[in-house]
């Protein structure tokens, strides 16, 4: 059975940092991309950064550049992204997802698409930025 749990979420003043973790277990392949999502009240779920297993190759999306740094330790089979100088916008409900690497792909399709055809998702833990 694939596990994939988020833990880290919670509310934080604006300029403030989180820590957000995953966990993950039981994947059936053993390259892929890992990394997170996120949901706004009102919007669409975007992708917010990602790293490759294999390589360490990462990708943030513009607006959290300079402020939101992802690792992994692959031992443990976990990602963490963690989230400095936090901004109200960046309040939403944040998503941990897992796809599959398919050889001749590129790794951060479905962060830049929205993630509509990973493999693998959390059930998420939310962020509220206050003012």
């Known amino acids: 059975e694939v596990r994939v749990v988020e833990s880290g979420g919670g509310l934080v003043q604006a300029g403030g940092s989180l820590r957000l973790s995953c966990e993950v277990s039981?994947?059936?392949?053993?390259?892929?991309?890992i990394g997170w999502f996120r949901r706004a009240p009102g919007k669409e779920r975007v992708g917010v950064s990602c790293?490759?297993?294999?390589?360490?190759?990462?990708w943030y999306r513009d607006s959290v550049k300079g402020r939101f740094t992802i690792s992994s330790d692959n031992a443990k089979n976990t990602v963490v992204l963690q989230m400095d100088s936090l901004k109200t916008e960046d309040t939403a409900v944040y998503y941990c997802?897992?796809?599959?690497?398919?050889?001749?792909?590129?790794?951060?399709?479905?962060?830049?698409?929205?993630?509509?055809?990973?493999?693998?998702w959390g059930k998420g833990t939310e962020v509220t930025v206050s003012s």
């Open positions: 997802g897992v796809n599959r690497f398919i050889v001749g792909s590129y790794y951060f399709t479905e962060w830049k698409a929205g993630g509509y055809g990973l493999d693998y």
């Open positions: 790293i490759h297993y294999s390589d360490g190759s990462t």
């Open positions: 039981g994947l059936p392949f053993d390259d892929y991309t």
